[in-house]
């Protein structure tokens, strides 16, 4: 079969492998139908992980049952489902405490395993036409209608980026009344926004450099904050001097919460743009201007991905994922800040319903279909952050 494989930093190619087999009763063997690119493959393309040459890339897979392995009971042969990202078996400590992002059993390394990404256990990737799914009575959730029709990039993302986006507005405890600002307008921070404005998030802000996302954020409701304009944090404090509706409604020493946000997301993590040079990383800068941008006790969800090392870091300590933060001002603020991997299954459920209500549309999102023989040209587009590709799909039918 065909799939997508990483060839060293800056390119892929797609290969012929062998396909997949069930290699325990709890497993099945998934025909895709789509499978999404994400930034999160970006770290590894771009060369600032540890990931070798070989690897199959891909953990958002969404297709038909093809094969059932003996002990599966819910799942049957011909079912349309969609799987998390995170490889868990359900059962163990802390799975059956939620946090399947730290399953303690599917990765003999460390906590927490994942379809085709370094540390993560040694799972193949799902940009492939097949992909082989452990425990799948636990990963596959069942999905109406059929492959192609009008919900299949809707439910494709929610094995990754719609209950990531969504974990981080609960991490950030985004809330009716509650001001929010999210850095990073790439299909997370898009779908963050989406989120933040189906839980009663009043203003959102979106910060970015790229138009075209930022057009995107627009449409679904945002306030755009371009960084080439000038500070993100001062054009917020700005646009916040100018909610009069707000100000007339104050008590006496409330205008200090305008200064900044009540609920703050970091949908970038440590391939952040300097704003000085913004074509250069500086892995600290979100985290810099999110410690100016919240207010006093509030809430931030650092869902941007940070590593615990970078071969490309400029300096020793950004080598070995040490990254300089604002601690002081953080603690004086009193913030609650919440990170890490996001536990997709507590989410799917709820937002799929949320999709078939149609209360939800995170395919909105979706710029590109491709086809698999194109992936090595898109991945070289998308990794410029900045082109006309967002979110790009690989569609099998
Ligand atoms: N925690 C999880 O489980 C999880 C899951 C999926 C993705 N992620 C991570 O979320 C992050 C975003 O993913 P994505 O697919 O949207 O990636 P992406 O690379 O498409 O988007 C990142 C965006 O951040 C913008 N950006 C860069 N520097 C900035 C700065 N200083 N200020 C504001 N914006 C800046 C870029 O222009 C880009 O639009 C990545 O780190 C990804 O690995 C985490
Ligand atoms: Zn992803
Ligand atoms: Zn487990």
């Not at 997508?4 to 390119?11: E, F, L, M, N, R």
Request: hydrophobic share 40%.
């Amino acid at each position: 079969m065909e799939a997508v494989v990483y060839t060293g930093p800056g390119s892929v190619a797609v290969k012929d492998i062998p396909r997949p087999q069930i290699e325990h009763p709890t497993d099945v063997i998934l025909r895709l139908t789509s499978s999404a690119i994400c930034g999160s493959d970006l770290h590894m393309y771009d060369g600032h992980t540890d990931a070798q040459p070989g690897l199959v890339f891909g953990h958002e897979p969404m297709g038909i049952v093809e094969e059932v392995g003996d002990a599966v009971r819910l799942v049957k042969e011909g079912d349309r489902v969609v799987v998390p990202f995170n490889i868990a078996c359900g059962v163990c400590f802390n799975c059956e405490r939620g946090f399947t992002n730290a399953c303690l059993t599917m990765n003999a390394a460390n906590p927490g395993g994942a379809y085709g990404y370094t540390h993560m256990g040694p799972y193949l990737g799902a940009q492939a036409e097949f992909t082989r799914v452990p425990h799948a009575d636990w990963a596959c959730l069942k999905l109406p209608g059929r492959p192609g029709d009008s919900n299949e990039d809707n439910f494709l993302m929610l094995a990754d980026v719609f209950p990531t986006a969504y974990y981080a507005t609960e991490l950030a405890q985004v809330a009716p009344g509650k001001t929010t600002a999210v850095f990073g307008a790439g299909p997370v921070g898009l779908l963050c926004v989406h989120s933040a404005l189906m839980r009663g998030a009043p203003i959102v802000y979106l910060v970015d450099k790229d138009k075209r996302r930022l057009e995107m954020g627009l449409s679904l409701g945002a306030i755009p904050i371009n960084f080439l304009d000038g500070d993100p944090v001062v054009q917020i404090q700005e646009h916040l001097k100018t909610m009069r509706p707000l100000h007339d409604a104050m008590r006496y020493g409330e205008d200090k919460m305008l200064r900044g946000v009540d609920c703050v997301i970091d949908a970038v993590g440590y391939q952040a743009y300097d704003r000085q040079n913004p074509d250069q990383f500086k892995p600290n800068q979100v985290l810099l201007d999110i410690a100016r941008v919240a207010n006093y006790t509030a809430t931030v969800g650092i869902i941007g991905v940070y590593t615990m090392s970078d071969p490309r870091g400029k300096t020793e300590a950004e080598k070995n994922g040490m990254i300089m933060m604002p601690w002081g001002l953080m603690w004086e603020k009193g913030l609650q800040i919440g990170t890490g991997q996001t536990p997709v299954k507590r989410f799917q459920a709820f937002l799929r319903d949320q999709i078939i209500a149609g209360k939800a549309s995170p395919g909105s999102i979706v710029t590109d279909h491709i086809k698999i023989g194109d992936a090595p040209e898109t991945y070289k587009e998308f990794d410029k952050r900045g082109s006309e590709v967002v979110k790009a799909v690989i569609r099998f039918i």
